[in-house]
């Protein structure tokens, strides 16, 4: 089983994600670390919580991170709503760690060449970490991102995607780091949405309910700030390409980030120039079957 930390900010799509890792029983799931990024911290450790409940595996170990970006004050996302979990809303206690960082670094050195980090929210945790022993993060096999939009309009700004924009500082130092890098952007995404009837085909009672009390209102905040039809799996598609990265069609790309325009500010700013000398730092999975996702998607969530 491939061994792996999952970075997140639950978030709807995240909590997804986290349910595919977890039923594919393709992963050896380290850790699940937070950041603040969709919610405030503690919703998103919350949540990451609530959901290893619901998936009886609270075995998983979950720190917290980061609850604001390296340089900016935080800008939460609005399809989440006020919990970061609209329908569900939490209660539980988010029992802040505040080691996310520590624990990523002693989870590399204890497994060196072995882990994946999947990181599904803005990337200060990261950063944080390759600032603190760039040395130890080299030891990483390989980084897969959600994030970026690379020839589509952004998602927050015109040209930004929401986890690059909130921290673009954060995603400037892990886009420069020198290691294997997947990046799962809109490009891919945008193309690939779930309908209410698409969840009601999950087979295990015990998450189709509650997926569907929160794909309710995700799908109707989607509506109403973003204009689209259905639910996006931003977060989902991140770890299915994990799963199953044959179907997914990838190319090479030089991206850098912008930290400082006023209207490109968490741009992925990607070499397109045909005739330019480049060299290309990362893989961008431009496109996702929709049809194998789905189904793949609601076989792993309806088992047992």
């Known amino acids: 089983m491939k061994k792996i930390i999952i970075d997140t900010d639950p978030g709807h799509d995240d909590a997804l994600a986290i349910m595919l890792a977890v039923k594919s029983g393709m992963f ?25 409940k619901l998936l009886n595996r609270e075995d998983i170990p979950v720190y917290s991170g980061s609850d604001r970006p390296l340089k900016r004050e935080l800008i939460k996302a609005v399809v989440h709503g006020n919990s970061g979990l609209e329908g569900l809303d939490p209660e539980n206690e988010p029992n802040l760690s505040g080691d996310a960082v520590e624990k990523i670094l002693h989870i590399i050195k204890k497994n060196l060449g072995e882990i994946t980090l999947v990181t599904l929210g803005p990337l200060t945790n990261i950063a944080k970490a390759i600032l603190k022993d760039r040395d130890n993060m080299l030891n990483l096999k390989e980084i897969v991102i959600m994030g970026g939009a690379i020839k589509v309009p952004g998602n927050k700004n015109r040209v930004a995607e929401f986890n690059m924009f909130v921290d673009p500082e954060a995603a400037d130092i892990v886009f420069r780091f020198p290691i294997k890098k997947t990046l799962i952007p809109l490009d891919a995404c945008n193309n690939v949405r779930l309908f209410k009837k698409d969840f009601q085909k999950i087979e295990n009672e015990n998450l189709r309910i509650p997926v569907i009390s929160m794909i309710e209102p995700y799908i109707k905040n989607i509506a109403e700030e973003e204009g689209v039809d259905g639910a996006l799996m931003y977060d989902p598609l991140t770890v299915y390409y994990l799963i199953n990265p044959d179907c997914c069609r990838k190319r090479d790309y030089d991206i850098v980030i912008e930290t400082e325009g006023e209207h490109t500010c968490g741009m992925t700013v990607a070499e397109l120039r045909l005739k330019k000398s480049v060299s290309n730092n990362i893989t961008v999975v431009e496109e996702i079957p929709e049809g194998k996702f789905k189904e793949d998607f609601i076989r792993f969530l309806s088992m047992s």
Do not use: H, P, Q
Request: glycine share 4%; proline share 0%; net charge positive.
């Open 28 to 52: 050896d799931i380290k850790a699940i670390t937070t950041v603040a990024g969709n919610s405030s911290i503690e919703n998103t450790t919350r949540n990451a919580r609530f959901v290893l």
